[in-house]
């Protein structure tokens, strides 16, 4: 992302996202790895969504997980968006332009 151009904030799994999200508050955007220890993506997305402060916060999941039934489970507790690994800058580039995202 930061040869996109952004600022970029790293966390290795959904609880340390949430304790970055409460040190730099809310972001454009957070990919989130589904498969993530200590918290799941699945887990973090929920706990963004309950938080008001977060609402026009942008996330996309990003996963290995091709199933419709979990694409489905994705976007219905608060992905805005879904990209399968393995992805490339393009792909990304795709999905921000799809959020009115792109060139910021």
Sequence with gaps: MGELGYQVLQAGNG???LECLGKHGAVD???VDWNMPEMNG???LRAVRKERVYD???MMMVSTE???GEITKALG???DEY???PFTRDV???KLEMLGMANR
């Design 77 to 79: 507790v608060g992905a």
């Design 42 to 44: 699945i887990d973090f």
């Design 29 to 31: 955007l957070a990919l």
């Design 66 to 68: 091709t199933e419709a």
């Design 92 to 94: 990304i580039q795709q």
């Design 83 to 85: 990209v399968m690994k």
């Design 56 to 58: 026009r916060m942008r």
């Design 15 to 17: 609880r340390e996202g």
